[in-house]
């Protein structure tokens, strides 16, 4: 099975920085990531597919990027609206993986 | 615009079942594959089982193989997760969620399961 691996799992950063989530997969997934926000006690929000496709409605602030086995997240300017927890996730042959989570905290 | 509701959870003892349902509207059901994906407390997500859109194919985690069974009605637009031989490591809020290209575009507000004696 192929494993997900975020970094880092916690992430402290201020209103206006950019930041940058890893996802690391175990062998080549070729573009097939997806990148999620949840907030607490919420449903999770998709934000990127296939590693760099903005979904509909989402801020351009949001950019996802990579191929292979490395794909990054990136936040331009990071808002109050945008502390939450994402998470990454992958499909293959019949199973779907997340990653474990990294939480945007404010510094 | 597509709704997602989520039902049926709540507290059963160790060993127990239960149903959940997911009940759609908003969009074609019967056109799109469907997915549970569940959150321990405190926890991550965890993919636990896909149905095609015609009800063809089913996946599952192996964590849940052969103890949960996805199904659907597409004349009731409702998906169903029958959970058997539940443990106390099944505690979590489940999602219903419709799929798109491998991910997951939309989801419920999700139902809580609590395994319990």
């Known amino acids: 099975d192929i494993q997900m691996t975020q970094s880092p799992s916690t992430l402290s950063a201020s209103v206006g920085d950019r930041v940058t989530i890893t996802c690391r997969a175990s062998q080549s997934i070729s573009s097939w990531l997806a990148w999620y926000q949840q907030k607490p006690g919420k449903a999770p929000n998709l934000l990127i597919y296939?590693?760099?496709s903005l979904e509909s409605g989402v801020p351009s602030r949001f950019g996802g990027s990579g191929s292979g086995t490395e794909f990054t997240l990136s936040l331009s300017s990071l808002q109050p609206d945008d502390f939450a927890t994402y998470y990454c996730?992958?499909?293959?042959?019949?199973?779907?993986?997340f990653g474990q989570g990294t939480k945007v905290e404010i510094k | 615009q597509v709704q997602l509701v989520e039902s049926g959870g709540g507290v059963v003892q160790p060993g127990g079942s239960l149903r959940l349902s997911c009940a759609a509207s908003?969009?074609?059901?019967?056109?799109?594959?469907m997915h549970w994906v569940r959150q321990a407390p405190g926890k991550g997500l965890e993919w636990v089982a896909f149905?095609?859109?015609?009800?063809?194919?089913?996946y599952y985690a192996d964590s849940v193989k052969g103890r949960f069974t996805i199904s659907r009605d597409n004349s009731k637009n409702t998906l169903y997760l029958q959970m058997n031989s539940l443990r106390a490591e099944d505690t979590a809020v489940y999602y219903c969620?419709?799929?798109?290209?491998?991910?997951?575009?939309?989801w419920g507000q999700g139902t809580l399961v609590t395994v319990s004696s």
């Open positions: 908003g969009f074609t059901f019967s056109s799109y594959g």
């Open positions: 996730q992958h499909y293959n042959s019949s199973s779907w993986t």
């Open positions: 296939k590693a760099s």
């Open positions: 149905i095609r859109y015609d009800g063809s194919d089913k």
């Open positions: 969620a419709k799929e798109r290209s491998s991910t997951m575009d939309y």
